[in-house]
């Protein structure tokens, strides 16, 4: 029952996040085509963070599916991470704003490294709610993107000094590797059925 | 269970989308009825693109009626036409500005034809699931609809280079044949009952 | 089923509506405060429109309630409604901002003068749907209000020619006779029980 | 079945008003670290706001826990609360904006010590219609929390006058001692079970 209120609050939240997103997107005032151009940098910062909030909302999703009882700590942990996903659309429009510029591409990795790092916590509060044998823990294994993924937000954000691009790319990888669906939780599911 | 939340969390992004395109129309400065003028073609846009995205809300509830089973590439192929979905406001918003001028008209076509592409994927990946026999593809039947529409679309991108108001009218008769709703799900349903 | 989709995209509709009003309420540039007098009139419009909106919830939420099948007139009826809502921020804005001048004052009677018609005609459908003695007809018995409401609009509209607080009179009175929940209903629902 | 439409729609208005602040922080037009340092008033108090909003979330969602039956008053009261919160982006971007200036912080507090009267009056009605031996009533005991937000969102607001930071300073006491999540209400649920 708490759960499925946690769940509403947050699928609100990012459907939100995610749409309000195109607001920075500010209507060109020409009408041509060369109009649009200087749009271009937000665009793709909007298509990725996009993804991201989509891989969030999806994860978000699959762990949900595995607790059983929703404690304080955890209603918190969650809302800490929705704070940091609720700074998306402020460094993706800078981002966007400054063609990948240095500082907002690095800034842009903080923010998913603080998003992240807050998906971290909820996923440990929810294991250790479980016990040992917990499911969830079963489900994750080793955890390799999860490892993977600050060490890349860590060279985008050095990388946003040499050049922006940089950030992207390792910004652009970490997408790719969560975009695959959690399957490992899915198998876990399925075997449990 | 999965399927509740991909209903709420694609509820939720077409509410907010068909809501925030208000915030487009901004609010004329003077006070007389000549200062509301120029906000015209942005409130016709408006209309237009309300009734699009009630279309794809009341279609995209009729046919997820029909799933049974939520998988890992329907929940991104729902992403994928949130995403078109969610450039409507943009595309609306450029359109209103100048007037249906022509490429502001064409792109509007252009995200239309994303968004309905997206929409066949997704059509395609339920009916896949359900293996032959699929009762979504009995209800759907030639799908006459389904092939129109690219075809009304494209004649609207091309239409715009001679002028605004042949890609309205080819948007507005797309709109016009997707209004009733899809009677032949509604039917099929009826009939399984 | 298709009820509670129904419900829950109204509500989301709503919900972001009676919102993102207060994004018309401008920040002021200046601390003290003399500076927030301008925002007082759009303050007053955003809590009438406020009020508004909160009876339609409320009552829509009522009505509601008594439909056992939702059918696809119904959902563009309802669709229809949140049209004529979603234009409520921008008159709001618009009258806040011209300090009910005179068009504006106008043009928000005439917003409330469709979305009423739009719930009539929902209320309508949903009668039909019942057959004789459908419990939504006994329950709204004579609709006084349901009559009254229009002819005050029209006297809101046609009073905004000589000074806008005289339709802001007819609005307030509107507003006042519905803010009582509809009571018959409840007793209705009530009795069945 | 009222209740879940309830929460629903309040957990819509704070999902959406704790996301639109995100918006008051306007992206700067430099790209350098300090093009950013004007944004961190704006960004504390946007810190302080998503807090607060967190803590009603959180705390209407215990309480309306304990409700069997709503009535037409709770969903007015709740109304009533909800208007009060959506003033909270408004007052957090010009407190941010003015660098927590007298008039904005104490203004801040206004909006809170209404919004916190708001929700004694929902909780009040809540337990008048539970009765003598009401469950909520027990839950809350001798709300000392309740009784001390009045006293220190005063100090707050006198304290304006002196200078913003003291304000602040009793805003986030506010916040620190109901942050803890409502232990009385889940420690008399847990005996209830």
Partial sequence: MGKARLEAFSDGVIAILITIMVLEMKVPHGASL???????????SYVLSFVYLGIYWNNHHHMLHMVQHVTGPML???LHLLFWLSLVPFVTGWMGENDFGRVPAALYGVVLLFAGTA??????????????????KRAIGNDWKGKASPVLY?????GAF??????LACYVTVAGIWLVPDMRIERA???DE
Same sequence: chains 1, 2, 3, 4.
């Fill in 154 to 158: 860590g060279l985008g954000i050095a």
């Fill in 34 to 44: 060369e109009s649009l151009r200087p749009t271009l940098p937000t665009f793709l």
């Fill in 189 to 191: 599911l399925r075997a």
């Fill in 76 to 78: 918190w942990a969650n």
């Fill in 119 to 136: 998906y971290v916590i909820l996923q440990h509060l929810i294991i250790k709610s479980q016990g040992k044998d917990s499911p969830l």
């Fill in 162 to 167: 040499v050049h922006g691009f940089i950030s």
